[in-house]
């Protein structure tokens, strides 16, 4: 069965938090058998790239279930892609999307044509 939900929300710190309880609500209401903290925390590390990362006034999430697993998607309008979690960036401050990386059961980032969008998903549980 598909469910879906797509939030915008101001691409500021608070949008975090949105995101996190958008993830929450969803998972509870749909009752998707993966672990919701998990989910939370990986919702929170990709919304927080997009607000300091970002570029533009909004980022959306997109929440999907189907096919046996959650994918939640998050889009901005900024124009380079996150640093690959296994390599540092050119300031050596350290890779983006760290927790993504190892917690996630695939994610990856891709261009959209109006900006960028960063995924991941977890597969259910049994």
Known sequence: ELHQRRIRLARQPVAAGQARGQVRDALRSWQVPVDPDVAILLTSDVVTNAILHGAGPSVTVAIRCSRG????????????????????DEDGAGPELVLVARLADDWGVFRTPAGRGVYFTLTFNG
């Open 69 to 88: 697993q959650l994918r939640v998607d998050v889009y901005d309008s900024a124009r380079s892609l996150p640093v690959p979690a296994e390599t540092p």
